[in-house]
């Protein structure tokens, strides 16, 4: 069993940044970022392997964010940048025990969330 806590969300001007951390208890594989805005589906964002060697991103955030892990701390990062209004929307990561996917429905456990509002 795979327990995930999201933070760092908030509230931010269009431009700015803002780094959301992801917080595991147990072992975890690939992890991800998926959002859901208003409205909308759920999203891929972005999702690092399990040493870290592989990344991937929508194509919507690339060149603005970064995804990274510190397995020592158990803890995956999704460092904002130039954040956009279309950014808003609430934040999950997930973890599942083998390579990184893009689909959520290839994830085991997830968190439960961190809002992200961008105002313009």
């Known amino acids: 069993q795979v327990q995930l806590v999201e933070s760092g969300g908030g509230s931010v001007q269009a431009g700015g940044s803002l780094r959301l951390s992801c917080a595991a208890s147990g072992r975890t594989g690939a992890m991800g970022w998926f959002r859901q805005a208003p409205g909308k589906e759920l999203e891929f964002v972005a999702a690092?392997?399990?040493?870290?060697?592989?990344?991937d991103y929508t194509d919507s955030v690339k060149g603005r964010f970064t995804v990274s892990r510190d397995n020592a701390k158990n803890t995956v990062y999704l460092q904002m940048n130039s954040l956009k209004p279309d950014d808003t929307a609430v934040y999950y990561c997930a973890s599942r025990s083998g390579t990184l996917r893009r689909s959520r429905e290839q994830y085991d456990y997830w968190g439960q969330g961190t809002q992200v509002t961008v105002s313009s």
């Open positions: 690092i392997s399990a040493i870290g060697g592989n990344r």
